[in-house]
């Protein structure tokens, strides 16, 4: 049974910095990961994604430059490095792992139950 465990969300004020984790069990490291967010009353987004290699890694135009994704395959977890937080990036933050490095969540087979990330101006 997969299971995707998200920590490291929590309240920070506009400018600062946070590092999401997401540590997997019953998961092959040969897996793509991907990063989403859902803000209260919006549909999900993407944010990030990277190949199961590291080698390729893609991410929305609204954090390009501030964001950065990686993964540790000797762990099977992935990481959400943001800097220069923004109150628009106030969101539930949700890994996911699938066959393919796309912006669809429907790509993606199994996901974390989110972690709450809240940046004040």
């Known amino acids: 049974q997969v299971q995707l465990v998200e920590s490291g969300g929590g309240l920070v004020q506009a400018g600062g910095s946070l590092r999401l984790s997401c540590a997997a069990s019953g998961l092959s490291f040969t897996s793509d990961w991907g990063w989403f967010r859902q803000a209260q009353g919006k549909v999900r987004e993407f944010v990030a994604a990277?190949?199961?290699?590291?080698?390729?890694?893609s991410f929305a135009d609204s954090v390009k430059g501030r964001f950065t994704i990686s993964r540790d395959n000797a762990k099977i977890a992935a990481y959400l490095q943001m800097n220069s937080l923004k109150p628009e990036d106030t969101a539930v933050y949700y890994c996911a792992v699938g066959p393919r490095r796309t912006a669809t969540s429907d790509d993606y087979y199994y996901w974390g139950q989110g972690t709450q990330v809240t940046v004040s101006s």
């Open positions: 990277i190949a199961w290699d590291g080698g390729h890694t």
